[in-house]
């Protein structure tokens, strides 16, 4: 009775012969955990730790999304030698959000001697993605802005999903986008001209729009077809590009198209800039004031407008059709 279990990465390159009939016959598919994975994984990982009062491990998981177990373990690791090194004898709910900081954005660097001219810069390029992300409705809540360098960025702005989700729709990415360009946008709105520091937004950006008009066929000129298989050099463990399966003129409408994306988001970042540009002022000037704006402080600069427009519910439907009635989105087992 021997049992042969194996784990891939890449279940997509296997050799077919291996999962023929009598060989790997069965194949479990362990996705990143979402939420409530989290949460248990979170759990486990606690336990026999000595843990504060005020540690929730849902509030963890909810501000970790696209962690995985592996992450998630270090997260722990880091959040208990954050205490120590504090001199605390329980890990707190503090030591938990540095940990992920550190983890999504680096160690802080506070040591880095900034120009009072360049802090303006960095606090008016984070207000640019914050004000635009707290506007449009498809981009998620902001939950932190900071002028404090972490890593190889010298500020950012911290945007969490407010549920777990499977499906991203072209509107969201529209509005992601422009929340991307928010920062640049800023710069060159309030100063007249921009920095090198949007250059890993830009590159965000531009993949994005890319994979909307490629993969996803959001690009109403081109269609739902897919262009470019991406080659991998699998066993090197890097991706040489992609082989190119469509024609030169293919090639130029994709480049239109991308590039009609990006203009139209940064169209659009613009006008949000433009007519909130007092609330982007209020901003940047709490950023340098601060340095760093939670989202509470930040969402008390907008208690003139409405609450934000978090637009993740059922889509309209478009044309004749019922809405679906759905009882109970998340129905537990009694
Ligand atoms: C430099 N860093 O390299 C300095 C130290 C525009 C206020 N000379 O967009 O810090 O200019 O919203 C992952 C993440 C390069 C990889 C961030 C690679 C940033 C970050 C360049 C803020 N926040 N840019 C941002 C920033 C920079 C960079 C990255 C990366 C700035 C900007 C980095
Ligand atoms: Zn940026």
Redesign the pocket.
């Known amino acids: 009775n021997v049992i042969v279990v194996a784990a891939t990465n890449r279940p997509d390159v296997l050799d077919p012969a291996l999962l023929r009939p009598g060989r790997f016959d069965r194949q479990v598919i362990l996705d990143r955990p979402d939420m409530k994975g989290r949460t248990e994984i979170l759990k486990v990982h606690t336990k026999g730790k000595p843990l504060d009062k005020g540690v929730e491990v849902e509030g963890v998981a909810r501000q970790s999304p696209g962690f995985s177990g592996a992450d998630l373990a270090n997260l722990v690791n880091e959040a208990a030698l954050l205490a120590a090194r504090r001199n605390k004898k329980v890990i707190g709910m503090s030591e938990f959000q540095e940990a992920l900081e550190r983890i999504v954005?680096g160690p802080e660097r506070k040591s880095?001697v900034i120009s009072d001219a360049?802090k303006a810069?960095?606090a008016y390029?984070?207000g640019g993605?914050a004000v635009v992300q707290r506007i449009l409705p498809k981009c998620d809540p902001v939950a932190k802005v900071t002028?404090i360098?972490r890593?190889?960025?010298?500020?950012?702005?911290m945007a969490l999903p407010t549920e777990d989700r499977y499906l991203q729709s072209k509107t969201e990415f529209e509005d992601k986008i422009a929340g991307l360009l928010g920062?640049n946008v800023a710069?060159r709105l309030i100063f007249g001209d921009t920095?090198?520091?949007?250059?890993?937004?830009i590159e965000k950006a531009t993949d994005l729009a890319r994979r909307m008009v490629t993969e996803f066929g959001m690009s109403d000129k081109l269609g739902p077809l897919s262009f470019g298989k991406r080659d991998e050099m699998v066993f090197l463990g890097r991706s040489m590009g992609e082989q190119r399966d469509y024609s030169d003129e293919v090639a130029r409408t994709i480049d239109e198209e991308v590039r009609a994306i990006i203009d139209k988001a940064y169209e659009r970042a613009t006008e949000v800039l433009t007519t909130h540009r007092d609330k982007l002022v209020a901003l940047a000037e709490k950023l340098v004031a601060e340095e760093t704006v939670d989202s509470d402080g930040f969402e008390a600069l907008f208690s003139d407008l409405p609450a934000k427009d978090d637009d993740h519910g059922i889509p309209t439907i478009v044309g004749p059709g019922q809405p679906i009635p759905v009882p109970d989105a998340n129905p537990q087992p009694a």
């Open positions: 954005a880095r360049e810069i960095i390029h984070e993605h002028i360098s890593g190889m960025a010298l500020g950012y702005t920062g710069e920095t090198t520091g949007a250059s890993n937004d």
